[in-house]
């Protein structure tokens, strides 16, 4: 199943970027499948429920972020991304 998983960290002062390297580093690491070509956005592909997956994340967010997890259709459409991150949405939607 494919999962779309948004992210907003609101406390940029508060070692936002390191924050935000630890979340996306995860994500890459935890779900080797996934599309990261949008700012605190990825698709990811896993035998997960969208509740895990959320469960998963929390140690990477604090009370002020807000956090999506949402179980994908199959039916997208898209603007303006490249080649290879077309190829990678029409395969895994």
């Known amino acids: 199943m494919s ?3 948004g992210y907003d960290l609101n406390r940029e002062g508060e070692n936002y970027y390191a924050r935000n390297k630890a ?3 995860h994500l890459k690491e935890k779900y080797p499948t996934y599309w990261a070509h949008l700012d ?3 698709i990811v592909v896993t035998d997960l429920t ?3 997956i959320r469960d998963d994340l929390l140690n990477y967010v604090d009370d ?7 179980a994908l259709t199959g039916v997208g459409a898209w603007h303006g991304i490249a080649d ?8 895994h939607l």
Not at 64 to 70: C, I, P, R, Y
């Open 3 to 5: 999962y779309l998983i």
């Open 64 to 70: 002020n972020d807000e956090l999506l997890v949402v």
């Open 50 to 52: 969208a509740k895990q």
């Open 40 to 42: 605190s956005t990825f």
């Open 23 to 25: 979340l996306r580093d």
């Open 84 to 91: 290879n991150g077309s190829k990678w949405l029409k395969d």
